[in-house]
C-alpha cells in the first residue's frame, strides 16, 4: 500500500498540489482523473521522487519516506510508465528491458518468460532498437520494463495515448492480470474515461491540485465522474 499524507508540490514559486491525502492499495487500480493542467502527471512524479514534493508524507507499507531521489524511490518498489514512455531509442528491446536491472539484485538479472508471455511482440523485437518500434509497442516495452522491477507500486501516466485500439485491449488485459496477481497497487493517470472507469476499483479527481472527489466504484456513478473531469 501507498499512502500520501497533506502531499504539496511546487514548481518554482507556483504551488501544483495542495494537501493531497491519497491511498492505493495492493491488488487495486486506483484512478486518478481530472481535466488537464490539474496536476495528475505532478502527483506522479512527486510520488516517484522526479519532483521532490515540497511537504507532507508519503508512507509506503507502512513507513513514512523521507524525500529521495527517484532511484532510491525506485529500489523502495516504485516503476514508473511515464508519459511519452521514455524508452531508450539507441538501445535494442533486451537491452531496453535490462535498464531494469539497476535496482534488482544480481541473482535476479534475468527476463522472466512471463514478460514475453504478455509482450510476445518483444520477444520478436528483441535485437531492434527501441526508436524502431510503433508507438503501441514502445508502450508495451515501457510496460515491460517496468514489470521487470517487481514493483510494490506500479505508476502509469496515460498509457492509452496514441495507442491504437488492439494495443489499448491489450494493456487493459496486462492491468487486469497484474490486479488479480495481488502483490502490486496500480496507480492509473488516464484520460480515455471508459479504459479507465472498467479498470478501476477507486477514483480520486484532481481540480487545481487538490481532491475534488473520491471514492470507490460501487460509490461513485459514470455519470458523477464524467461530469467532473469533463471540460
Avoid: W
Avoid at 514512455?85 to 534475468?110: D, G, W
Amino acid at each position: 500500500m501507498i499512502e500520501t499524507k497533506g502531499l504539496t508540490l511546487h514548481y518554482g514559486g507556483s504551488q501544483i498540489l495542495h494537501g493531497i491525502d491519497f491511498m492505493a492499495a495492493a491488488g487495486e487500480v486506483t484512478c486518478i482523473m481530472g481535466t488537464n493542467g490539474v496536476g495528475k502527471t505532478s502527483f506522479l512524479k512527486a510520488l516517484a521522487g522526479t519532483h521532490p514534493r515540497s511537504g507532507g508524507e508519503i508512507v509506503l507499507d507502512g513507513r513514512v519516506l523521507p524525500r529521495l531521489p527517484p532511484q532510491e524511490m525506485a529500489a523502495r518498489g516504485l516503476a514508473v510508465v511515464p508519459q511519452g514512455r521514455m524508452i531508450f531509442p539507441l538501445l535494442t528491446v533486451q537491452e531496453n528491458l535490462e535498464t531494469a536491472y539497476a535496482v534488482l539484485p544480481k541473482s535476479e538479472h534475468c527476463i522472466p518468460d512471463e514478460i514475453y508471455d504478455l509482450f510476445p511482440v518483444l520477444k520478436d523485437m528483441s535485437r531492434r532498437r527501441g526508436g524502431d518500434l510503433s508507438g503501441g509497442q514502445q508502450q508495451q516495452l515501457a510496460i515491460a520494463r517496468a514489470m521487470l522491477m517487481r514493483p510494490k507500486v506500479l505508476l502509469l501516466d496515460e498509457p492509452t495515448e496514441g495507442i491504437q485500439p488492439n494495443i489499448i485491449q491489450q494493456i487493459g488485459r496486462v492491468i487486469t492480470y497484474l490486479k488479480s496477481r495481488g502483490d502490486i497497487a496500480i496507480v492509473l493517470v488516464e484520460q480515455y474515461f471508459d479504459f479507465a472507469y472498467g479498470l478501476a476499483d477507486r477514483f480520486y479527481v484532481l481540480r487545481r491540485g487538490t481532491v475534488a472527489m473520491q471514492g470507490s466504484r460501487s460509490e461513485l456513478t459514470q455519470a458523477e465522474l464524467r461530469a467532473e473531469v469533463s471540460v
